[in-house]
């Protein structure tokens, strides 16, 4: 099975210091993890450095033991940002997906069976004409994933897909999610929205301040006020403090410091 592997990355930003330090994690083929820590904790410069949009410092990431570069990662790899309107492209849905097939340099033939593939699977074919800036929030994360499915990317990161959807949209999304899966596409997400993605998650990863605090099974997550004497209190801290829902007695974010 392909496993994508970060060893001992290190990003710095700036000159204030290390954003992302010693990360170490390996995502297996057309699993789903969650990607959970508090504000400005790294999460979406971890996505943009694993898909090639940042250049890290320090370490390695690879793909069946061979080491990638940024070139080889931007190949692979997607982000789709939490506002996927940034990376509009086209005066269509149309001409959105192809934007990218067109600049791979894909014949025009292979171009038109991937749209037409895609704008079926995704339930975009009605929309194909639309200007990309009147769909709904839900229709242009539906947009963006398609246009990473046409493009054969293999790895999906998503940066708060859920953030101001309703409900017709949260769930727009998550289906879009389980069809990506289904094709053996690996998906990292960040969310706050926790609803139903743990029924789909294999696994949640713990940022806090840049650094991995843990890598815990979705079980262990959701039972982790009952592992206690095995997980970090600095991992109890994190989940209590962005995720109560799971917890009887709830903090709040004034009450509580990350370490």
């Known amino acids: ?35 959970l820590g508090p ?32 070139e080889e990662l931007r190949k692979l790899c997607s982000y789709v940002f939490q506002n996927p309107t940034l990376q509009v492209v086209g005066s269509t849905v149309e001409e959105d997906i192809a934007f990218g097939l067109e600049n791979m340099g ?6 038109v069976d991937r749209l037409n593939a895609v704008l079926e699977q995704f339930d975009l074919k009605k929309l194909r004409d639309r200007d990309p800036l009147t769909l709904s929030g839900g229709q242009r994360q539906r947009l963006a994933m ?9 790895y999906l990161f998503l940066d708060e897909p859920m953030a101001m959807l309703d409900r017709m949209g949260r769930d727009e999304v998550l289906n ?48 982790l006020d009952q592992l206690y004497v095995e997980i970090p209190i600095s991992v109890q801290i994190a989940k209590r403090a ?4 799971f917890l009887h007695f709830v903090p709040t974010l004034e009450d509580l410091k990350w370490h």
């Open 176 to 223: 879009s999610i389980e069809l990506m899966m289904s094709y053996g596409v690996t998906i990292l997400v960040s969310s706050h929205d926790l609803s139903n993605l743990l029924t789909l998650a294999e696994k949640v990863l713990l940022l806090v301040n840049g650094h991995l605090e843990a890598e815990l099974s979705t079980l262990e997550f959701v039972n």
């Open 242 to 245: 962005v995720y109560p829902e």
């Open 1 to 35: 099975m392909s496993v994508l592997k970060v060893e001992n990355l290190f990003y710095t930003y700036g000159k204030n210091g290390f954003s992302l330090r010693n990360i170490t994690l390996a995502l297996g083929k057309g699993s789903l993890t969650l990607l």
């Open 106 to 111: 894909v014949p025009r033939s292979e171009i």
């Open 39 to 70: 504000n400005g904790s790294g999460k979406s410069t971890l996505m943009k450095v694993l898909s090639g949009l940042l250049p890290f410092q320090k370490g390695k990431i690879l793909l069946d033991e061979k080491e990638l570069e940024p």
């Open 146 to 154: 398609a246009s990473v499915v046409a493009l054969g990317s293999r």
